[in-house]
């Protein structure tokens, strides 16, 4: 990249930045000096990763956590995000600013995978691969489950530098070309890694689908996709290596909590409003009718959600660009241009495209059919949604880079194409700044007490551990999320595990909580031969722990339950497949990390007749 081309992106990637600042760091907090809902389960788990990290180091694995309900597994739980970077984070900064520096790190991140997705792999223009960045960084999606506070999906703006590495050309054939492969598929492997140990599990499969989607786009824009699907499978087998560790240790807590019980949400009843949806939240905003009006959805059980459900917007640009760029189409589609061997690819391709579209679609269309929900119902992974609209979240990338391709083959050049960006960009930044967010204002989370509980510890003055078990009777019940208070998840900042806390994998109301003999009073009371503290193994291994999901610490395990109220490790019994995961894991890692060391030595001391290979293009 020349000087002058790398000023312009610092530039362009700076005022992006600081416009992001300008309209979404109002809500961190918010006018009322509040947090979105959802933080009432991060900002606790995060303040208790730190308080784990206080006493054992950031390379102990924290299995377990007596913090919430008494004992729960934390290295297991889908949304853990003990090794993440807003965990990191807080060693240096409160959970509140982990937070929001989190949010804006991999906004930026979203903003240099896309721009490097279009300029060198789609080979765009630069100014229409800083206006797709600038559209990806701001996609609605994105910018609303922040701010309520789906902290877990802040890995999804990786997406694009994922399919960065999986599509970059390759150089010709020779002894690089064979690094560079394995390469990119494990750098492609470590995003979907962070993706996994970020807490993303639930957007497991819409990411599949929009690499998916980006890869059969590429095919019918250059007619290469071998090394694409290539580079993908190893990338995710490589992925699953280095995520093995986790994975097991999930698989084996949610084995013990099936959630596929919910019925189907609602269906939309028809589909041409099925497609009329999808084009109003990707390239407007959400109709409040949508939500509150229950004349498009269908079903047995008609649940509401709340308008951030629906909030993927990209802006109008990408389709003020289509009217142009589909006429260009349309006339190279009617002149042939498109022809001989190519056409089986692209028809292959498009294949690929309509089919996920049209899965996407009727995910979303009308569930009333007995037949079509028992199909539904036997999928696994699906069968436990209890909604499909975040698959929409696999249409954002796609909806801003098919148009902006699609536009660059007008070939406009110099200002014209500069004035093109220019004008996109001040017609999306005023569709941005114009948008009602007032509703995401009502938002009550207090943070408060868990960043004086951070002082706390950070400068010394206590030592975390939980002594007692608490009722949520000082919480807010004003305002209640899935039968618990916000701030219900708080009591760890008084050396307090609540007895009810707000644990998805439970169910949205906790009825698969397996309670027990839990009570108020202290974490070391005993009851029937029992400490009044939940041994947290019997969760995820209850059959090698000779135990139940939900039981506590019996009177002879003291020494067991005081290290685990003290958040220092505690001896149980791991199962094979979970010790030979962890194994995988550890290897994978050690060996990512070596063959990049040898990869970057080989270009420092290349191998003779290496480096003449390190340029061209895949095949």
Same mark, same amino acid.
């Given at each position: 990249?020349?000087?002058?081309?790398?000023a312009?992106?610092?530039?362009?990637?700076?005022?992006?930045?600081?416009?992001?600042?300008?309209?979404?760091?109002?809500?961190y907090?918010?006018?009322?000096?509040?947090?979105?809902m959802?933080?009432?389960y991060?900002?606790?788990?995060?303040?208790?990763?730190?308080?784990?990290?206080?006493?054992?180091?950031?390379?102990?694995?924290?299995?377990?956590?007596?913090?919430?309900?008494? %004992?729960?597994?934390?290295?297991?739980?889908?949304?853990?995000?003990?090794?993440?970077?807003?965990?990191?984070?807080?060693?240096?900064?409160?959970?509140?600013n982990?937070?929001?520096?989190?949010?804006?790190?991999?906004?930026?991140?979203?903003?240099?995978?896309?721009?490097?997705?279009?300029?060198?792999?789609?080979?765009?223009?630069?100014?229409?691969?800083?206006?797709?960045?600038?559209?990806?960084?701001?996609?609605?999606?994105?910018?609303?489950?922040?701010?309520?506070?789906?902290?877990?999906?802040?890995?999804?703006?990786?997406?694009?530098?994922?399919?960065?590495y999986?599509?970059? =050309?390759?150089?010709?054939?020779?002894?690089g070309? #064979?690094?560079?492969?394995?390469?990119?598929?494990?750098?492609a492997?470590?995003?979907?890694?962070?993706?996994?140990?970020?807490?993303?599990?639930?957007?497991?499969?819409?990411?599949?689908?929009?690499?998916?989607? /980006?890869?059969?786009?590429?095919?019918?824009?250059?007619?290469?996709?071998?090394?694409?699907?290539?580079?993908?499978?190893?990338?995710? /087998?490589?992925?699953?290596i280095?995520?093995?560790a986790r994975?097991?240790?999930?698989?084996?807590?949610?084995?013990?909590?099936?959630?596929?019980?919910?019925?189907?949400?609602?269906?939309?009843?028809?589909?041409?409003k099925?497609?009329?949806?999808?084009?109003?939240?990707?390239?407007?905003? =959400?109709?409040?009718?949508?939500?509150?009006?229950?004349?498009?959805? /269908? %079903?047995?059980?008609?649940?509401?959600y709340g308008?951030?459900?629906?909030?993927?917007?990209?802006?109008?640009?990408?389709?003020?660009?289509?009217?142009?760029?589909?006429?260009?189409?349309?006339?190279?589609?009617?002149?042939?241009?498109?022809?001989?061997?190519?056409?089986?690819?692209?028809a292959? &391709?498009?294949?690929?495209?309509?089919f996920?579209?049209?899965?996407?679609?009727?995910?979303?269309?009308?569930?009333?059919?007995?037949?079509?929900?028992?199909?539904?119902k036997?999928?696994?992974?699906?069968k436990?949604?209890?909604?499909?609209?975040?698959?929409?979240?696999?249409?954002?990338?796609?909806?801003?880079?098919?148009?902006?391709?699609?536009?660059?083959?007008?070939?406009?050049?110099?200002?014209?194409?500069?004035?093109?960006?220019?004008?996109?960009?001040?017609?999306?930044?005023?569709?941005?700044?114009?948008?009602?967010?007032?509703s995401?204002?009502?938002?009550?989370? &207090?943070?408060?007490? /868990?960043?004086?509980?951070?002082?706390?510890?950070?400068?010394?003055?206590?030592n975390?551990?939980?002594?007692?078990?608490?009722?949520?009777?000082?919480?807010?019940?004003?305002?209640?999320?899935?039968?618990?208070?916000?701030?219900?998840?708080?009591?760890?900042?008084?050396?307090?595990?609540?007895?009810?806390?707000?644990e998805?994998?439970?169910?949205?109301?906790?009825?698969?909580?397996?309670?027990?003999?839990?009570?108020?009073?202290?974490?070391?009371?005993?009851?029937?031969?029992?400490?009044?503290? #939940?041994?947290?193994?019997?969760?995820?291994? =209850?059959?090698?722990?000779?135990?139940?999901?939900?039981?506590?610490?019996?009177?002879?395990?003291?020494?067991?339950?005081?290290?685990?109220?003290?958040?220092?490790p505690?001896?149980?019994?791991?199962?094979?497949?979970?010790?030979?995961?962890?194994?995988?894991?550890?290897?994978?890692?050690?060996?990512?990390?070596?063959?990049?060391?040898?990869?970057?030595? &080989?270009?420092?001391?290349?191998?003779?007749?290496?480096? #003449?290979?390190?340029? %061209?293009?895949?095949?």
């Amino acid at each position: 990249m020349a000087v002058k081309d790398a000023a312009v992106f610092v530039l362009t990637a700076t005022v992006s930045l600081l416009f992001y600042d300008i309209v979404y760091g109002g809500f961190y907090p918010n006018l009322h000096g509040r947090l979105g809902m959802d933080y009432t389960y991060f900002l606790p788990r995060l303040l208790d990763g730190y308080y784990w990290y206080s006493i054992n180091g950031l390379w102990e694995t924290p299995w377990f956590t007596p913090s919430f309900c008494g %004992g729960l597994p934390f290295f297991g739980n889908p949304q853990s995000m003990y090794h993440s970077v807003p965990q990191v984070l807080t060693i240096f900064v409160d959970p509140v600013n982990s937070v929001y520096y989190t949010i804006l790190f991999f906004a930026f991140a979203g903003f240099c995978g896309f721009y490097l997705l279009l300029k060198d792999v789609f080979l765009v223009n630069r100014p229409l691969a800083y206006l797709g960045a600038a559209l990806f960084m701001f996609n609605g999606f994105y910018a609303h489950r922040m701010i309520v506070g789906h902290f877990a999906f802040h890995a999804y703006q990786l997406l694009p530098l994922a399919c960065y590495y999986l599509l970059r =050309p390759l150089p010709e054939p020779g002894h690089g070309r #064979k690094r560079r492969y394995v390469l990119d598929s494990a750098a492609a492997a470590w995003v979907f890694a962070i993706m996994i140990y970020s807490g993303m599990l639930e957007l497991g499969l819409p990411v599949g689908a929009a690499v998916t989607l /980006i890869g059969a786009l590429y095919g019918i824009y250059t007619g290469k996709t071998r090394e694409f699907w290539g580079r993908f499978v190893l990338s995710w /087998i490589i992925a699953l290596i280095l995520g093995a560790a986790r994975l097991s240790a999930t698989l084996a807590f949610m084995a013990q909590f099936q959630r596929d019980y919910y019925d189907l949400p609602a269906g939309i009843a028809s589909p041409l409003k099925v497609v009329w949806l999808i084009v109003q939240i990707l390239y407007v905003w =959400p109709e409040k009718m949508l939500m509150y009006g229950a004349h498009f959805m /269908i %079903g047995s059980k008609k649940l509401v959600y709340g308008v951030h459900y629906y909030e993927y917007s990209v802006t109008i640009v990408p389709l003020l660009l289509l009217i142009p760029a589909g006429w260009v189409l349309a006339r190279d589609l009617a002149q042939g241009k498109i022809h001989g061997a190519r056409k089986l690819s692209v028809a292959l &391709n498009i294949g690929v495209i309509v089919f996920i579209i049209s899965l996407i679609m009727s995910l979303l269309y009308s569930f009333d059919n007995p037949m079509f929900g028992r199909v539904m119902k036997s999928i696994p992974i699906i069968k436990s949604y209890t909604n499909f609209v975040c698959w929409v979240s696999a249409l954002v990338p796609i909806a801003i880079l098919a148009p902006i391709v699609l536009f660059h083959r007008l070939r406009l050049a110099g200002v014209a194409l500069w004035a093109v960006m220019a004008v996109c960009l001040t017609i999306a930044a005023a569709q941005i700044w114009a948008y009602d967010r007032n509703s995401y204002n009502d938002q009550h989370y &207090n943070f408060d007490k /868990i960043i004086a509980a951070y002082d706390r510890v950070k400068s010394g003055n206590t030592n975390p551990s939980i002594d007692r078990i608490v009722d949520q009777s000082a919480a807010d019940w004003g305002h209640v999320m899935n039968g618990v208070p916000l701030g219900g998840d708080d009591g760890l900042v008084e050396k307090a595990s609540p007895m009810i806390c707000y644990e998805p994998i439970f169910g949205y109301s906790l009825f698969r909580y397996p309670a027990g003999r839990i009570k108020v009073g202290s974490a070391m009371d005993e009851s029937d031969g029992f400490f009044n503290l #939940k041994n947290p193994a019997c969760y995820a291994y =209850p059959s090698e722990n000779v135990c139940r999901p939900g039981d506590h610490f019996r009177v002879d395990q003291q020494e067991m339950a005081e290290r685990f109220r003290s958040y220092k490790p505690i001896d149980f019994q791991m199962p094979l497949r979970q010790k030979v995961a962890n194994w995988i894991s550890l290897a994978g890692l050690v060996t990512t990390i070596l063959f990049l060391f040898y990869y970057i030595n &080989n270009l420092i001391f290349p191998i003779k007749g290496w480096r #003449k290979h390190e340029g %061209g293009e895949s095949s």
